[in-house]
Structure formats: C-alpha cells, structure tokens
C-alpha cells in the first residue's frame, strides 16, 4: 500500500514538475495438466519524477520511497531536465496548465482470500476439467493477477490517487487428432481483484464446457480455402482489429514517425458504418476494463473519437504532441512501471455497434467464415496486419458449416474496413488485453461483429 497524498512535496516542486509513487503487484500461479509449475508473487514500486525545462524533460526514478529520497529524486530529475535545456536549447514554452484530483480505487469490498484459498479455486477448476474431460492430452489453469496502484501530483496542481486490479483465468485445452495436436484457450475476468471476478468454481464450468466443444468441433473441421472472403470477425476479432491494426496508427508519435494515418486526417478511411473511439473510463454508463481518469502526466482523461463515420477525426496524445498537432491532450500518457516515463497509448479502444443482428449477418454470405478467436496477431504503422486464428466455421448458403482449423487473416486494415457492409448490435470488452510496445501495459479493447472482406489463409 503506498501513501494517497504528496501534497507535502508541493513546495518542493520547481520547474514544471511530475511527481508519482507507483507500486504493481502481481499473482501467477499455472497448473498444468495438474501439476503445479508456477506459483510467483511480485512486488515492485518506487518513485519517479519528471522536470520539464524549455523543451526538454529531465527524468529520474528510485525504488525507495522515503521522504529524503523522494527529495533526492526530485532533485536529481530538475538537474537532468537543466543539463538537457543547456545542451540542446530548444527554446520551447511551458504547456498549457492542467489540473484536478481524481481518487479511485477498484479494490474489493470483499473479504480477501488468502493464497491458499485461491490455490484450492485453482485446483477445484483443474479436477473438474480433469475428471469430465479426460482425453485431454494437455490442460492448463492459470490465474494472471495485476495490481497497479499509484498516486502523483503536478507543479500545476493535478493531484491523483488511483488503484486498477485485474484478475484473468486462463483455460486453454489440448487434445490429438489424427496424430495431430489441436488446441484452443479462453481467457475470464477483468477489471477488479480475484474476489470480485471469481465466487465459486462452478461458475465456470458452463464457460469451460463451451470451449471443450469447440475443441471438439475445430479438431474434427478442415481447413478453410484460401483467398479474399466475405466474413463475420467475432467481438473478440473486431476489438483485437480496432486495437493492433488502427489504434497504433493512431497514436501521434506514430504518427510523427511515419505512420500511414499521417495522410488520412478528416478523410474517409473505412465504411460510414464504422465509428471507434478510444474510451477514458466509462462506455454507456460502465466501467471500461481499463478505467483511466488522469494519466501520467496529470491531464484529466477524455474519450478520444478516432473515427467517425468512416472518417479519421482524432489522434491520441501526450502533451508534446497535443502542442505539435495544435489540439488538447485527452489522458493517453501512461507508464508501466515506477521507472518508465509516460508513452503515448491506448486505455479501451473499440469498434462501436450497428444496427445489424448477428444471425442476419450469417445468413448474408453464402460462401465464407464466421472467425471467432485469435491467439496472435501483428500490425505495422502501414496498417497491414497478421492475425492468427484459432476458432471459426464456415458459412454456406447462409449457414454455419463445420469448424475450420488454426489459419491466418491478413491485409491493409483501412482497406478491411472499407469493406465492412453489417456492424452487429452488441458489444463485447476484451479484458485480458496487455500492449506491448515498448513498455508493457494492459490495455481494453472491444467491438461488434463485423461483416467484410479479408485475406484468408489455407492449409
């Protein structure tokens, strides 16, 4: 647990001055096929600030918290932001002020369980399965727990204190065709600690015999025939689309960098049909898997409406870029770790919903693929992408035919999402959701199901 106030350090603060105290804390405990092979707890938390100084950002960090320390820390960031200003002389004025006070906490209200008790969960999920199912060839149960808890205060009066938990299970089911190993995993929970995400076994138990058959069906399907094809992507495929293969383009400085969406502002870029928006927090009156209310950098969090009826509307940014692109930043600065510096990155990104029912969407193609779950993907800052696909089934005249095996889908996504003509009517949150790119992070992504055309990969 680290301290909700650094209101003591205000007169400490000069310069145009950050100030965090993070600590994450995280759960993972693996069982496979019975056996337990990881059972680790991690603790990591420390201090950081950052000074700005006509344009440049003087930056340092300590994993002890103690006030003298934290003084130090201080000191230390304003003589690399005054070293940095008296080398390179950018000559660039302070940024607009920002302030608020945010306090929220996502704990439990629950009693929490020791680690015992989530052990025995664990392994109640791992008998069920072994019992019911056992031809398996391989299981496994994993609990992935993150605990990201901070409190930070700027020199213009942003004052946060914020803690975001996420308790994940992972199921994923192995068994052998035809000397061949299919597999396919599942992942539950979200946003809030073990106890809020999990009651009892039990509840699981439908979920898990879902994915055991759709095992079954993908192990007994063939594969899909290659080619450009008309298709429905899944919740799940269209969240990981709005993530991996937009969202990054979007990003300023990606964008700056050379990103395709450099070109495209204000310019159709997808079918009307198509609106995505990154969410700050809340989506139709809920809590976003990843509720982001000020980021690192002390900017109050607002939505930002990437795409709008097809067209390219927004960017994200921190500061810097807000200031370069002559627009306001929106919260998308965020750090890791206590000793990583704020990046530009997605919060809960997401493809909204149509009008379209999912039935109605099936019925529409005659020859095509209804895919349903990925294990993998890629995208570059040119759009193009590579997803792999580990759940789907044909459709024929209209209807669901037998299940495909692992494939893959490519392509340019504006190019995909030109083609989009049915945008289904609900939505679905991905909650396990972790972006990569250059410091981990977890982030939320969601969306309809959608009906388009894609490169489909074959045998």
């Known amino acids: 647990m680290i301290v909700k106030s650094l209101k003591q350090y205000y007169n400490s603060l000069s310069q145009y001055t950050e100030l965090r105290v993070q600590e994450n804390k995280a759960l993972n405990i693996t069982l496979l096929n019975g056996n337990l092979v990881q059972n680790s707890k991690s603790v990591t938390n420390g201090v950081s600030a950052r000074v700005y100084k006509n344009g440049s950002w003087g930056f340092a960090s300590s994993a002890e918290m103690n006030v003298e320390n934290i003084k130090a820390v201080l000191k230390a960031a304003e003589g690399n932001a005054l070293f940095l200003d008296s080398r390179v002389k950018k000559n660039r004025s302070l940024f607009e002020p920002q302030s608020g006070t945010f306090e929220k906490d996502f704990s439990t209200k629950k009693s929490r369980h020791t680690q015992e008790q989530v052990m025995e969960f664990m392994k109640e999920l791992d008998d069920y399965i072994a019992s019911k199912y056992p031809n398996l060839t391989e299981r496994m149960t994993a609990l992935r727990c993150l605990d990201m808890e901070k409190t930070m205060i700027t020199s213009n009066g942003a004052d946060l204190y914020s803690m975001v938990?996420?308790?994940?299970?992972?199921?994923?089911?192995?068994?052998?065709?035809?000397?061949?190993?299919?597999?396919?995993?599942?992942?539950?929970?979200?946003?809030?600690?073990?106890?809020?995400?999990y009651s009892s076994p039990e509840d699981l138990y439908r979920k898990i015999d879902s994915l055991y058959e759709n095992l079954i069906a993908k192990s007994e399907g063939g594969y899909a025939n290659a080619g450009i094809k008309e298709c429905v992507l899944h919740q799940n495929l269209a969240g990981i689309l709005a993530h991996e293969a937009i969202g990054h383009t979007t990003e300023a400085d990606l964008v700056l960098s050379g990103s395709i969406a450099a070109d495209y502002m204000d310019k159709m870029i997808a079918s009307p049909l198509v609106n995505l928006v990154d969410y700050a927090h809340t989506y139709e009156y809920k809590t976003c898997p990843i509720p982001v209310f000020m980021d690192d950098e002390g900017t109050a969090a607002e939505d930002v409406v990437i795409i709008e009826n097809g067209i390219l509307r927004n960017y994200m940014h921190n500061r810097e870029s807000a200031r370069h692109f002559n627009t306001k930043p929106r919260g998308n600065a965020r750090a890791y770790q206590f000793f990583d510096e704020p990046l530009i990155r997605m919060r809960n990104t997401?493809?909204?919903?149509?009008?379209?029912?999912?039935?109605?969407?099936?019925?529409?193609?005659?020859?095509?693929?209804?895919?349903?779950?990925?294990?993998?993907?890629?995208?570059?800052?040119?759009?193009?992408?590579?997803?792999?696909?580990?759940?789907?089934?044909?459709?024929?005249?209209?209807?669901?035919?037998?299940?495909?095996?692992?494939?893959?889908?490519?392509?340019?996504?504006?190019?995909?999402?030109?083609?989009?003509?049915?945008?289904?009517?609900?939505?679905?949150?991905?909650?396990?959701?972790?972006?990569?790119?250059?410091?981990?992070?977890?982030?939320?992504?969601?969306?309809?199901?959608?009906?388009?055309?894609?490169?489909?990969?074959?045998?």
């Open 165 to 197: 938990p996420r308790a994940n299970i992972v199921i994923s089911l192995s068994i052998e065709k035809d000397g061949q190993p299919v597999s396919l995993y599942e992942v539950f929970g979200g946003l809030g600690q073990f106890e809020d995400n």
């Open 350 to 459: 997401a493809i909204l919903p149509g009008t379209s029912k999912l039935a109605d969407m099936i019925a529409s193609i005659e020859d095509g693929y209804y895919l349903m779950q990925t294990n993998n993907g890629q995208a570059d800052t040119t759009s193009e992408f590579m997803f792999g696909i580990t759940m789907g089934f044909e459709i024929k005249n209209g209807r669901l035919g037998r299940a495909i095996k692992d494939t893959t889908i490519s392509g340019i996504a504006f190019d995909v999402l030109k083609s989009v003509t049915m945008i289904s009517d609900d939505m679905i949150w991905l909650n396990g959701g972790m972006c990569g790119k250059k410091q981990m992070i977890p982030v939320g992504m969601g969306g309809p199901a959608i009906k388009c055309k894609v490169n489909i990969g074959g045998r």
